[in-house]
């Protein structure tokens, strides 16, 4: 890793640190983000049979780690970030003899090595992609982790339609046929080429975090050099009953734009 990425990768593991305790305390078991739209399609892309080894990425304060864990999986969920590893483990779980959390930073290839080649029936990971300064090492890890029919679920905010430092929610009134009805628009400002920049992850967060845009042709073009292929997509979006009661443009009220994309991927030879 070069000298700026390594500086952006130690700067980026202290933001994470410094609010990982507010992000708790907001995600708790699930946001709406998670309960509606990141976790069920993880789930379904995944296809969870009881017994599997999972890799959770990113697990932040472990949420989806110990939904995996109730499914009957076996879980190592790992973060670069002590503190919501800390905060992970404090929270009760009745499978919590199912977890094994670890600290790992996903950008380095040898730590992820370290886990255990061939282990993993799967990995999952949810919303952290665009977290990370570079994702090569972690593509180039995964063939060695997975076992040769493994399968890779990430979810990301959707690139098209959802990018933090590069787009804007728009509430407006239109006239449709002699009446006036509101609509719900995201006006983009960028999505080839969109330079890495602090943004607003979460309402009342102590400091704004770094957001890597990739776009899809990059973002899956990385994953295809690395040897997958895609074999699962969604694209999970809100639906009539779903509303954000807090914020007038919050996601919840975009009924036709989907704020996800969540991929499967396989590695090329067991397809």
């Not at 995201?186 to 975090?209: C, N, Q, S, T, W």
Request: net charge negative; aromatic share 8%.
């Amino acid at each position: 890793m070069t000298d700026d990425l390594e500086t952006l990768r130690h700067e980026t593991q202290r933001i994470w640190d410094a609010k990982a305790e507010h992000w708790d305390s907001q995600m708790g078991e699930g946001n709406q983000f998670q309960r509606v739209l990141v976790g069920p399609s993880s789930e379904r892309l995944l296809a969870i049979q009881p017994g599997e080894t999972i890799l959770d990425l990113a697990c932040g304060n472990g949420v989806f780690s110990r939904r995996l864990a109730a499914l009957g999986a076996l879980v190592v969920a790992t973060d670069f970030s002590q503190r919501f590893l800390d905060l992970a483990r404090s929270r009760p779980s009745e499978h919590a003899d199912r977890i094994e959390y670890r600290q790992v930073d996903a950008t380095d290839e040898s730590a992820l090595l370290a886990l255990g080649e061939r282990r993993f029936d799967a990995v999952v990971c949810n919303m952290a992609l665009m977290d990370m300064p570079t994702i090569e090492p972690l593509l180039r890890a995964l063939p060695r982790l997975l076992k040769p029919t493994g399968r890779f679920v990430f979810t990301v905010p959707h690139p098209a339609f959802n990018v933090p430092t590069g787009s804007q929610l728009v509430l407006e009134e239109t006239d449709r046929n002699g009446r006036l009805e509101e609509v719900y628009a995201v006006k983009l400002f960028g999505y080839v080429d969109v330079p890495p920049a602090r943004g607003v992850g979460m309402i009342g967060e102590p400091e704004a975090h770094y957001y890597f845009h990739r776009p899809l042709h990059v973002l899956l073009g990385a994953c295809f050099a690395a040897g997958f292929v895609l074999d699962g997509l969604e694209e999970p979006h809100f639906g009539p009953d779903d509303t954000s009661r807090r914020r007038p443009l919050g996601w919840g009220n975009f009924k036709q734009i989907p704020p996800v994309l969540a991929a499967r991927l396989r590695l090329a030879a067991t397809t």
